[in-house]
């Protein structure tokens, strides 16, 4: 199964509530209420989503975080790759080297699936998780259709 880890899942709700303010930067304390998240949680999630160069933070009495950038120019794929590092599904899938490398007839080939999967992160945006109604254009042999999201 692929998922997402639990602190990306979380980077997104935090990224959604502070990409609704107006850009003024809010407080790790001030985003933790909001999302009704463990202050702790929330201060992990908001250095990895600032070392990744998704927020910038302000210290002082009108510090706090905001976005470095409009919420349609950050992608699922920055999100995931900030918390979580690389986006890979299997070792080998980056050249990486594995115990079965010498005799398996898979090696060097998930990089093809790995690369899909990189590319439809990267067609998904903030805004887009935000949208209440989003169209998910027909690609590749797959039927467009309509998800429900959180606004």
């Known amino acids: 199964m692929i998922k997402l880890s639990r602190f990306a899942d979380y980077a997104v709700v935090i990224l959604a509530e502070l990409a609704k303010g107006d850009g003024v930067p809010l407080a790790a304390s001030d985003l933790a209420t909001r999302v009704k998240l463990p202050d702790p949680t929330v201060a992990k999630i908001l250095k990895s989503l600032t070392k990744g160069g998704i927020l910038s933070s302000t210290r002082g009495v ?25 986006i890979s599904l299997t070792d080998c899938a980056d050249n990486n080297a594995c115990v079965l490398e010498g005799h398996c007839g898979m090696h060097g080939r998930w990089g093809k699936v790995n ?13 887009d998780l935000m949208n209440t ?19």
């Open 62 to 86: 009108n510090g706090g975080y905001g976005l470095t950038r409009p919420a349609q120019a950050i992608t699922v794929a920055d999100i995931i790759t900030a918390m979580d590092g690389p």
């Open 115 to 127: 690369v899909a999967i990189r590319t439809a992160l990267e067609g998904v945006t903030l805004v």
């Open 133 to 151: 109604r989003h169209v998910i254009p027909a690609k590749a042999g797959i039927h467009a259709m309509e998800r429900t999201g959180v606004e």
